[in-house]
Structures are given as structure tokens and as C-alpha cells.
């Protein structure tokens, strides 16, 4: 099916752990974002595309790193989680100003 | 920076009902603004979008209003069902892409 598809859907890891989550929209979109959702806070921009290969910070780019080799893949990668890392976060495409996002990734860090 | 304030957080309504659903942010710059629905454990779908030269935009059962000026916008949901049960996020969109925030959502209940 056409969309926007996110995995893993739940992760557990523990602090200082390497993680990535992956992100793969079928649309060709040209802009991706990754945002986190926490309670208290609401919807963060943690990372944004607007194209293959360009890519930038968005509100809390701390922790974060990103890479877009291809349009339609935009992984996201926690270099060394801390617990301030727990999350769900959403990856989200961009046609015509209109965002479509992901079911999202739960991650809890230990 | 842009803060969007959604009032009530939570509401309990009768199926059936007509309802209005409150947005208001800061900064009037803005560029658009987008209505979203999320259910639980789900991700937001994008439901109305408003351009900032618009004052209102439908679709079906829903309308969503925009006074820019005033920063503020409105949710009316007609006739309401048990299936509207979700919340419901604004977003202002400012002239940078990186620049749409959101408000914390209204959780609204449809009571059959």
C-alpha cells in the first residue's frame, strides 16, 4: 500500500544504546520531517529534509542525527540514548503544505 | 516563537451534538494552518487546511475557521457521532518549513 510506513513500531532499549529508527514513504514527497510527542509538551520537530541529501535541525535536534541518501528513506538515529529519550516518534511526509505521518515508534530507553 | 494554545483540553459530548473546538496562537505571521485528527496510539491525519488569505475551509461535517489577525481559529463539528471521539491538534505553519507548531489537541468523547 501507498503511505508512509515507520518501524520498528515498539522498542526497548537501554541508555547509552545506538538506535535507529527507520522511515520509508512510497509517495516521493520531497520533505520529510521527524517529530517526538511527550506528554507536557506536545509535538516537537526534531529533524527536517527537503530533499535528498539536505537536510536540517528542527526545535530539539540534541541527541539526533539524520540522514536522507535517498528521497524516500529518512532514518533517525539516537547516537546514545538517555531516558530523556523516551518517546513516540512520528516521521512525517509534505505534499502541497498538507503533512501525512507514520503510526509512529514507541521508544523506551532503560 | 510560536505558542498555540487549544482550550477545552478535554470534552464529553452527547452523540449528536454540534460542537466548537478552540485554537489560538501568538504570532500572526502565519503562513497556513492545518486541523488534525489523532486516535489513540496513532498518528495524526491532517483533516482541514486553511491558507492565511482564507477565512474558512469544509469538509463534510467539519469547518474550520481562521482569524488571523486575532490569532485564532475554530473547529465546528456538526452533528457529532462516536467516531469523531479523537484529538484534535492545530498547527500554525509559519513561512519557514520548519516552522509549524502544534498545539497540545483537545480530547473530545462522542457519547452514543
Known amino acids: 500500500d501507498a503511505g508512509i510506513t515507520q518501524s520498528p513500531r515498539y522498542k526497548i532499549t537501554e541508555t547509552g544504546r545506538q538506535v535507529t529508527l527507520m522511515c520509508h514513504q512510497t509517495w516521493s514527497h520531497s520533505y520529510m520531517f521527524w517529530y517526538r510527542q511527550d506528554l507536557g509538551h506536545g509535538l516537537r520537530l526534531i529533524y527536517y529534509?527537503?530533499?535528498?541529501?539536505?537536510?536540517d535541525k528542527g526545535e530539539v535536534p540534541d541527541g539526533y542525527v539524520v540522514s536522507r541518501s535517498k528521497t524516500e528513506n529518512f532514518p533517525l538515529t539516537l547516537e546514545s540514548a538517555t531516558r530523556s529519550q523516551t518517546s513516540v516518534y512520528f516521521c512525517?511526509?509534505?505534499?502541497?503544505?498538507?503533512?501525512?505521518f507514520g503510526s509512529g515508534t514507541q521508544l523506551s530507553v532503560l | 516563537k510560536q505558542e498555540v494554545t487549544q482550550i477545552p483540553a478535554a470534552l464529553s459530548v452527547p452523540e449528536g451534538e454540534n460542537l466548537v473546538l478552540n485554537c489560538s496562537f501568538t504570532d500572526s505571521a502565519i503562513y497556513n494552518l492545518q486541523w488534525f485528527r489523532q486516535d489513540p496510539g496513532k498518528g495524526l491525519t491532517s483533516l482541514l487546511l486553511?491558507?492565511?488569505?482564507?477565512r474558512e475551509q469544509t469538509s463534510g461535517r467539519l469547518n474550520a475557521s481562521l482569524d488571523k489577525s486575532s490569532g485564532r481559529s475554530t473547529l465546528y463539528i456538526a452533528a457529532s457521532q462516536p467516531g469523531d471521539s479523537a484529538t484534535y491538534l492545530c498547527a500554525p505553519q509559519g513561512y519557514n518549513n520548519n516552522d509549524m507548531r502544534f498545539g497540545a489537541g483537545t480530547r473530545l468523547t462522542v457519547k452514543p
Open positions: 529534509s527537503a530533499a535528498a541529501d539536505i537536510t
Open positions: 486553511i491558507q492565511s488569505s482564507q
Open positions: 512525517a511526509s509534505s505534499e502541497s503544505e498538507r503533512l501525512f
